[in-house]
């Protein structure tokens, strides 16, 4: 069985940063990919960064230049560094592991409030 634990959400002014953390736990393949999403009131989930096993990363356009997505496999956890942070950046953070051939096992954590002021 499969968990994962965010932590590292809080309150925030606009322009400061965050370090979101995820920790994975039970038995996961090697091969995976590990990521955030979020999901404001109101609004669909959506892919904020992902990192590979290997160290490939993917960012969206919303988060290029501001968040840093890195991973420890030894530990299995994957962080997200969330700097200049926006009001609009305020959401439920989801952490997220996909494994399998095409990654189409996805398993997801809690959510972490991110709440930013302006």
């Known amino acids: 069985q499969v968990q994962l634990v965010e932590s590292g959400g809080g309150l925030v002014q606009a322009g400061g940063s965050l370090r979101l953390s995820c920790a994975a736990s039970g038995s996961i393949f090697s091969i995976n990919q590990m990521g955030w999403y979020r999901q404001a009131p109101g609004k669909q989930r959506e892919l904020v960064a992902f990192i590979t096993s290997d160290g490939r990363t993917n960012y969206a356009d919303s988060a290029k230049g501001r968040f840093t997505i890195s991973r420890d496999n030894a530990k299995k956890m994957v962080l997200l560094q969330m700097n200049s942070l926006k009001p609009e950046d305020t959401a439920v953070y989801y952490c997220?592991?996909?494994?399998?051939?095409?990654?189409?096992?996805?398993?997801w954590g809690q959510g972490t409030q991110v709440t930013v002021s302006s």
């Open positions: 997220s592991l996909r494994t399998g051939r095409g990654f189409e096992n996805v398993y």
